[in-house]
């Protein structure tokens, strides 16, 4: 397939179109961003590690009857995917509290949810990713009932595939963000799965392994991605 034109550049990505309009080539950079864009910073070999990773992981979700955007790796820091139309949802999954959450609702980092929690955020950079619920999306005709009914399915089963994978190596699955896309009537899961868009402790200490480190400056952030690239592909 071939490179054309960069379509799109993100905070973490570059997405460029190909000879086939059905597919685009995903490149992952490593520029970081924390705190809608006023935290910014460069973590050596992000990129890389986060295709890698990702890739693992929509191999593992496909494997396990998850429909993705992902195709194939096609070098260190590209992906081929389906090109599929971004609904504006973001997806929270929640198993610990962290982050966010903490502030919200006064409970401390750490405590386990009685249940999976999902959260709904407008992905709009403009508003900061304000939170709504299902009312709002359906108002704003973001996504009809029935695909959202799918997306919250498909997202309440990727939680369980990944966190029972994670387990083996080690890895607590404390939340992540998921983006959804449509193409041809069908909802693939989009965008990456990565320490950027997750938290991922270690089972054992409790250390962040995951984007944490570069938010709150925790040192040892190249190291963590790199940990879990290891965990995952040994
Ligand atoms: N997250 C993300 N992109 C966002 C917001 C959140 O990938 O724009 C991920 C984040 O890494 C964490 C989870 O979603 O794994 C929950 O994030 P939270 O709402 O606690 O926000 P944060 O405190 O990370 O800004």
Sequence with gaps: MEKRQMIYEGKAKKVYQTDNPDFLIIEYKD?????????????????????????????????????THFVKLLSERE???RSVKIIPIEVIVRNIVAGSLS???????????????????YKSDELGDPMINNY?????????????????????????????????????????????GRVDSQILLAD?????????????????????RFRRDLGKVEEAYWEIYRRLSS
């Design 31 to 67: 520029d970081a961003t924390a705190f809608d864009g006023k935290k910014r910073g460069v973590i050596m070999n992000k990129g890389i590690l986060n295709n890698k990773i990702s890739a693992i992981f929509f191999e593992l979700l496909e494997k396990n009857g998850i429909q």
């Design 79 to 81: 992906m081929l995917v």
């Design 103 to 121: 502030k919200r609702l006064g409970l401390n980092e750490g405590t386990p949810l009685k249940r999976t929690v999902l959260e709904f955020c």
């Design 136 to 180: 709002h999306a359906l108002a704003m005709e973001l996504a009809s009932e029935e695909e959202i009914k799918e997306i919250e399915q498909m997202a309440l089963r990727t939680n369980e595939i990944l966190k029972d994978f994670l387990r083996t190596k080690n890895i607590v699955l404390v939340d992540f963000k998921l983006e959804f």
């Design 192 to 212: 990456e799965i990565s320490p950027d868009t997750c938290r991922f402790w270690d089972s054992s200490t409790n250390e962040k392994l995951d984007k944490d």
